[in-house]
């Protein structure tokens, strides 16, 4: 499979290139990695280049249906997924790198990393192979790929990009994964203990384990100084260092929370209503919720709920009028899966602004 052909330069239009440089950690030490990549801002020739990754609560409910199956977790990772996309329907010609000594340019066979349609291309590579091995893909989620057999569910596949979540039985990793290994090229594969999107799941017995302390702990907030003179003016603005670092942390807060800590939805919401107007008792607010999330530890554990046929949905909503400091109005609800073995699984949480206006409590609720 070749990425590119090399033509003449006849004065046809090429994309510039650059190396990109990146280090990843591995058990045997810090691994750098170079990456040729297209400039795709310069690119404005290409169609469609939606991408559909898995949505985090269909990720725990496959999770919990693992579980439950007592199949057993795996995780793979496939390598320069982007060049192994579909081929390309269009001429797009590229700028090669100087250390190539070169007077040709390249004409791409397959897309390359940067370029705006190449996630698509993989995706519809993925899919491509999935409808050759009689896998269907999701109606409700197209990041979803799951098999029959005898009339009954026999494995789950759940991709985002590169990173490949999968469970099944014999026949399901003899027939499809194994076919599929042999069909693109694995850079990392492991099961029982594994890190994916940056969660740590661990399975056990009847249990799989979604933890996020290490993405915590590595939240860095020790960028910021409050001198003693401006903690005891909570009211004072902050500078503009300290605003980056407010919304650097805000953010890294609220992915922590729709991932994992659901325990700092409720601070994560408040506090994104001063994004653009936050104040020393405002920042240091966040640092102590961010303090109290490395102290405390959570976990989200997802059972084996027994028969997967008698699976109940269980919803718990509320709603607040007018609390949130700007005046808007809270809501947030918690939805879990309740098995038939009296074991329950959170599938889903928020708490966020609601973007309606309400004039009363039991508007906010319904809404």
């Known amino acids: 499979m070749k990425t590119y052909v090399e033509v003449e330069d006849a004065g046809q239009y090429a994309i510039s290139t650059k190396w990109v440089l990146t280090e990843k950690l591995k058990n045997d030490g810090v691994q750098l990695k170079a990456r040729l990549c297209a400039r795709g801002f310069e690119d404005d020739g290409c169609g469609r280049t939606e991408s559909p990754t898995c949505y985090k609560d269909s990720f725990r409910v496959c999770l919990i249906l693992i579980s439950t199956f007592g199949w057993r977790l795996n995780v793979i990772d496939i390598k320069s997924a982007y060049l192994q996309g579909i081929p390309m329907e269009r001429d797009v010609y ?119 302390s290490k993405y915590v702990q590595d939240i860095n907030a020790g960028n910021i100084e409050v001198p003693s003179d401006r903690i005891s003016v909570k009211e004072s603005p902050l500078t503009d260092h300290e605003a980056r670092e407010y919304k650097s942390l805000l953010g890294q807060l609220n992915w922590a929370t729709t991932q994992c800590r659901l325990d700092a939805s409720f601070d994560s919401c408040q506090l994104a209503c001063f994004s653009r107007s936050a104040n020393i008792g405002h920042l240091l607010r966040i640092l102590k919720t961010i303090k109290r999330l490395k102290y405390n530890d959570l976990s989200i554990h997802l059972h084996n709920l027994g028969e997967p046929n008698h699976l109940e949905i269980l919803c718990y909503s509320d709603a607040s009028l007018g609390n949130l400091p700007d005046g808007g109005s809270q ?22 602004h609601i973007r309606r206006v309400v004039k009363s409590s039991l508007a906010a609720e319904t809404v």
């Open 94 to 212: 590229i700028l090669p790198p100087k250390e190539s000594h070169t007077a040709f340019i390249w004409r791409l066979n397959h897309s390359v990393y940067g370029l705006n349609e190449s996630g698509r291309k993989w995706y519809l590579r993925v899919v491509e192979e999935f409808t050759k091995l009689n896998v269907k893909k999701s109606q409700f989620d197209p990041a979803i790929f799951y098999s029959h057999r005898n009339n009954k569910l026999n494995g789950i596949i759940v991709i985002h990009v590169d990173d490949m979540v999968w469970a099944g039985d014999d026949f399901f990793k003899i027939n499809i994964i194994d076919r599929l290994k042999s069909t693109f090229i694995v850079s990392y594969e492991s099961s029982v203990v594994m890190k994916y999107l940056g969660l740590d799941l661990k399975q056990d017995r009847d249990c799989i384990t979604i933890n996020l």
């Open 331 to 352: 809501g947030g609800h918690i939805v879990l899966l309740l098995g038939n073995n009296n074991k329950a699984s959170i599938i889903s949480w928020h708490s966020k």
